[in-house]
Antibody, heavy 122, light 109 residues
């Protein structure tokens, strides 16, 4: 069965960086993409970006350009999302989700990780 | 990219139907048939309910249906059940990126 298992909760200070991992199993990793979505406390879902596990192509949300990097390690079927220069409003639950397309971010998000809480506080 | 517009709340009694709208622009909802809908219960990860405007993944009850007209997509839940009480989000492809709706809390009275 398809599973996405994310790394554990993180507490970071403003200005620091965080790297969240998402280990996939139960399917051919390189046949799909991975999107990252975050949800601030009590707020809605925000699309952060997408990476193709097939060729490493990425698309990032404009507001995060320059602060976010998404990568994959096909040898371990793991996706990573790094966010730099953290601010208090980056406090959120971060989700990875499988994208039903390896060529662009048009695919739907059919399987989700359990979420990783990132808290940014001084 | 601005969030798609959804009503903050919707409600219905068990057995009734509720329809949630999702309004975007010709650059997202109106421009592509890549609208999907997600259900989220408190403290849980979202779950895919509808994809490509009107298709249902395996395991999603046929009480859930989707449609689109112009720049507005809709999700209808027929025969409301207690377990349908949740937050619902639409999402659309918008060219080089994606955008979510503002979310709708569905209450089963």
């Amino acid at each position: 069965q398809v599973q996405l298992v994310q790394s554990g909760a993180e507490v970071k200070k403003p200005g620091a960086s965080v790297k969240v991992s998402c280990k996939a199993s139960g399917y051919t990793f390189t046949s799909y993409g991975i999107s990252w979505v975050r949800q601030a406390p009590g707020q809605g879902l925000e699309w952060m970006g997408w990476i193709s596990a097939y060729n490493g192509n990425t698309n990032y949300a404009q507001k995060l350009q320059g602060r976010v990097t998404m990568t994959t390690d096909t040898s371990t079927s793991t996706a990573y999302m790094e966010l730099r220069s953290l601010r208090s409003d980056d406090t959120a639950v971060y989700y990875c989700a499988r994208v039903a397309s390896r060529y662009d971010s048009s695919g739907y998000l059919d399987y989700w990780g359990q979420g990783t809480l990132v808290t940014v506080s001084s | 990219q601005s969030a798609l517009t959804q009503p903050p709340s919707a409600s219905g009694s068990p057995g009734q139907s509720v329809t949630i709208s999702c309004t975007g622009t010709s650059s997202d909802v109106g421009g592509y048939n890549y609208v999907s809908w997600y259900q989220q219960h408190p403290g849980k990860a979202p779950k895919l309910m509808i994809y490509e405007v009107s298709k249902r993944p395996s395991g999603v009850p046929d009480r859930f249906s989707g449609s689109k007209s112009g720049n507005t997509a809709s999700l209808t839940v027929s025969g409301l059940q207690a377990e349908d009480e949740a937050d619902y989000y639409c999402s659309s492809y918008a060219g080089s990126n994606n955008v979510f709706g503002t979310g709708t809390k569905v209450t089963v009275l």
